[in-house]
């Protein structure tokens, strides 16, 4: 079963730190693009950060670049954001996403969604 | 960053047709993917590369683009179709990408 968990989400400060992952399962995870997409509850999707199968490109929002880094190690199967100097802006649902086609990035949508882990910045 | 504009609400009776649209600079060049997502779920992809559907996805949903508007288009809604729309491209800036700001489907 194609699968992808995140983890790491929980409570910060603002100002603090807080570093995300996600575990890839049932497709060769070192072939495609993998993103992090997050949502206020009740709002809309917010795309934060993506990077290449083979980690050469990267992006960032606008509201997170500077702050936030993606990175991924597929021997691994896994996906990582490090969020620093965290906002209260920050605090939403983050979701990893993979790539639809192997070898694109962000041309074919994102086809494999995992749950979810929360994140709550407040003092 | 550029911005992908979508209708914040419509409503379609069952069985009829409803139409949601994206408008956006970037759809010029890049495709549009479409997603649904209903309360306390993850996001679902339901179309990619602007008519693509992925496996599961039942037919009456297609795509088309004209410019830079991009369509979602449900053909004889069911009452499992009322849920947000959200379209996503490609920004043209920096590997970054774009979601617009959903549309809420209502079946009537």
């Known amino acids: 079963e194609v699968q992808l968990v995140e983890s790491g989400g929980g409570s910060a400060q603002p100002g603090r730190s807080l570093r995300l992952s996600c575990t890839a399962s049932?497709?060769?995870?070192?072939?495609?693009?993998m993103y992090w997409v997050r949502q206020v509850p009740g709002k809309g999707l917010e795309w934060v950060s993506g990077?290449?199968?083979?980690?050469?490109?990267?992006g960032y929002a606008d509201s997170v670049k500077g702050r936030f880094t993606i990175s991924r190690d597929n021997a691994k199967k896994s996906l990582y954001l490090q969020m620093d100097s965290l906002r209260s802006e920050d605090t939403a649902v983050y979701y990893c996403?993979?790539?639809?086609?192997?070898?694109?990035?962000?041309?074919?949508?994102?086809?494999?969604w995992g749950q979810g882990t929360t994140v709550t910045v407040s003092s | 960053s550029s911005e992908l504009t979508q209708d914040p609400a419509v409503s379609v009776a069952l069985g009829q047709t409803v139409r949601i649209t994206c408008q956006g600079d970037?759809?010029?060049?890049?495709?549009a993917s479409w997603y649904q997502q209903k309360p306390g779920q993850a996001p679902t992809l339901v179309l990619y590369?602007?008519?693509y559907r992925p496996s599961g996805i039942p037919d009456r949903f297609s795509g088309s683009r004209s410019g830079t508007t991009a369509s979602l288009t449900i053909t004889g809604a069911q009452a499992e179709d009322e849920a947000d729309y959200y379209c996503?491209?490609?920004?043209?800036?920096?590997?970054?990408?774009?979601f617009g700001g959903g549309t809420k489907v209502t079946v009537l």
């Open positions: 990077i290449s199968w083979n980690s050469d490109s990267a």
């Open positions: 996503n491209s490609r920004d043209f800036y920096n590997n970054q990408l774009v």
């Open positions: 996403a993979k790539e639809t086609r192997g070898y694109n990035y962000g041309l074919n949508g994102m086809d494999v």
């Open positions: 049932g497709f060769t995870f070192d072939d495609y693009a």
């Open positions: 970037t759809l010029r060049s890049y495709y």
């Open positions: 590369n602007t008519n």
